[in-house]
Nanobody
Framework: QVQLVESGGGSVQAGGSLRLSCAAS????????MGWFRQAPGKERELVAN???????RYADSVKGRFTISRDNAKNTLYLEMNSLEPEDTAMYYC???????????????WGQGTQVTVSS
């Protein structure tokens, strides 16, 4: 059974940093595409970043240069390093995975429960 468990959310002031973690179990996460979505109240869900089995990454324009996605294959863990946080980054952040080597195929089948990030001005 695939499980994704996020941690690391919290409240910070604008300009601050947070690192989100996602512990994966039930499959070898290094072999497949993983990513982070976020959703703020009243807004559309947004793909923040993803990383494929080869380590190629993609970012939403709104976070390029500020966020970094990475994975530790030995720990079966995905990370999202968030720097220069802005109030607009406030949202629930979800770890996601799909059983494809590339992130351009298929749908995200597996979702974590989410971790809240709140950035105050």
């Amino acid at each position: 059974q695939v499980q994704l468990v996020e941690s690391g959310g919290g409240s910070v002031q604008a300009g601050g940093s947070l690192r989100l973690s996602c512990a994966a179990s039930g499959y070898r996460s290094s072999s497949y595409c993983m990513g982070w979505f976020r959703q703020a109240p009243g807004k559309e869900r947004e793909l923040v970043a993803n990383i494929d089995s080869g380590g190629s990454t993609r970012y939403a324009d709104s976070v390029k240069g500020r966020f970094t996605i990475s994975r530790d294959n030995a720990k079966n863990t995905l990370y999202l390093e968030m720097n220069s946080l802005e109030p607009e980054d406030t949202a629930m952040y979800y770890c996601v995975a799909k059983i494809y080597y590339t992130c351009t195929a298929g749908q995200y089948k597996y979702w974590g429960q989410g971790t809240q990030v709140t950035v105050s001005s």
